[in-house]
């Protein structure tokens, strides 16, 4: 036993853990972690992505030499603690500041043998009880999530304008002037006063399609907005259409010279947030409107809002992570400050 302790407790080995451990937080730092395989190939190239997969720099904090490395960390602290006893037992500031030491070592190594980390895709009225691990494997939860809605919320709302643009009067100069901008909504009529024209706006279509039936809406994803719009002069108008991407397209009859462009303003996202519910046995048993930096937490889960897909308004993303490390890492921290404080105050007096 003896020898054993002695050998733990070399600072030899303590060194070397010391620089072992500081390459592994500067590879875990500098390579991403989690990345799909083909990315580290493009990053690294075929040979170096290989060797990346192979030593697991793709997921350093949870590798089985990482493991290790926290594991003889902490042997080797409570060699030496048990070695020194007599002494440490005389500056117990000391002997606390191996014990944060310990703490910070445990936790390391429970984190990469037991947390567990991926995302949660939903659609609204959608339950699950299992998530996608960053691997891409699937990691199954002792409940499920249901997400009974997911909302976007805006600064302010997106806005419809339509300008009235004029060619010049003069041939030799190219071009055209902007008479009037006016911001309009579908359902409504608009009026111009440059141009004494009232158009009346009919239909708004997020992503304009032609389909068998005619205009259509391909989805809510602002991809091609487009307007229908009758121009109001006495007659009954034909229904044309408006193109945000396509302001050359001219929809509008021409009036004298006089084209009109639609212009799309998109809102400014403020917030995406959805609400969830926890399911156990077909039971609800707590539901949470979680968004971005505002988690919602349940037997050691943690649901964090991450992203959302603008072509289904109805798609979350949730990120899911579950970490028991984290109430021994807290612990050694504090123990660590308390027990340096401690050691310092007994130097001074």
Not at 26 to 53: N, S, T
Not at 279 to 286: F, P, R, T
């Amino acid at each position: 036993m003896t020898r054993l302790i002695n050998l733990f407790s070399s600072v030899k080995l303590f060194l070397t853990l010391s620089a072992l451990m500081l390459a592994a937080f500067l590879l875990g730092g500098v390579i991403p972690q989690g990345e799909a395989p083909q990315a580290y190939q493009e990053m690294f190239g075929r040979v170096g992505g290989v060797w990346v997969l192979n030593l697991r720099l793709n997921g350093v904090f949870s590798s089985s030499w990482f493991l290790a490395l926290m594991c003889g960390g902490a042997l080797n602290i409570l060699a030496c603690t048990v070695k020194q006893w007599k002494l440490l037992k005389l500056r117990p500031g000391v002997f606390i500041s191996h014990l944060a030491v310990m703490l910070m070592f445990i936790g390391g190594a429970v984190h990469g043998l037991f947390s567990v980390r991926g995302t949660l895709a939903l659609e609204a009225g959608q339950a699950k009880g299992e998530f996608a691990g960053d691997a891409g494997e699937p990691v199954a939860m002792p409940f499920e999530i249901l997400l009974k809605d997911f909302q976007i919320r805006y600064w302010d709302a997106e806005k419809h304008v339509i300008h009235a643009l004029k060619k010049r009067e003069d041939p030799g100069q190219d071009g055209e002037d902007l008479l009037e901008s006016v911001e309009v909504e579908p359902g409504k009529d608009a009026h111009f006063n440059s141009t004494s024209a009232e158009l009346s706006i009919i239909k708004f279509y997020p992503n304009f399609s032609i389909g068998s039936s005619g205009p259509v809406t391909v989805n809510e994803a602002r991809e091609n907005p487009a307007l229908t719009l009758r121009l109001k002069d006495g007659k009954a108008g034909k229904t044309s259409y408006l193109f945000a991407n396509h302001p050359d397209f001219h929809g509008v009859p021409d009036m004298g010279g006089i084209r009109y462009v639609y212009e799309y303003r998109p809102g400014r996202i403020k917030q995406f947030e959805s609400r969830i519910a926890v399911l156990e046995g077909g039971v609800e048993k707590m539901e949470k409107l979680i968004s971005v930096n505002s988690p919602a937490g349940y037997k050691g889960y943690r649901f964090y809002q991450s992203g959302y897909d603008a072509k289904n308004l109805n798609f979350s993303s949730i990120q899911v992570s579950k970490d028991p490390s984290v109430a021994l890492i807290y612990a050694g921290f504090a123990a660590l400050m308390i027990g340096l404080s401690w050691a310092f105050w007994k130097e001074m007096k």
